[in-house]
């Protein structure tokens, strides 16, 4: 089973992941255990900031890296059709970024996530234990 990260959390505004369970060059790797969209993840920066551009450049920089190189793992663990990216911080004013892969055949792929039809239920525990395994296996520094 994958152990939690010790840190993911910010200690300036409290922002959490919910199943922290790789890190990144500058972020941290949360998994979100959602039947509709498995392999769902958030990429949590590890530096308190509110927006992209209270970032200097190279931290920036970084936080995209790790961005992309999450949802590269993600596609290729779950097979996706295309990866949505989500950066809002309306309730958790903290940069981050949700990692949603879709596939082909999904009901209204053209709707984001938060209005899918179908309500959110949790992953059975083996096979989202098997998809975070599956997503380290793709992140350049678990190989």
Known sequence: MTKPLSVAACATCGFKLSEPFAKLAVSDLGFVSDDRFPGRCIVMLRHHATELFDLDSALRHAFADDVSTAARA??????????NYEILGNADPHVHCHLVPRQLGE?????PAWLHPKEQNEL?????EEIKQ????????WR
């Open 134 to 141: 599956r997503i380290k296996t793709h992140l350049p520094h």
């Open 124 to 128: 059975a525990a083996a096979e989202a």
């Open 74 to 83: 993600i596609y290729l663990a779950v097979n996706a059709f295309k990866i």
């Open 107 to 111: 009901p209204k792929p053209k709707v």
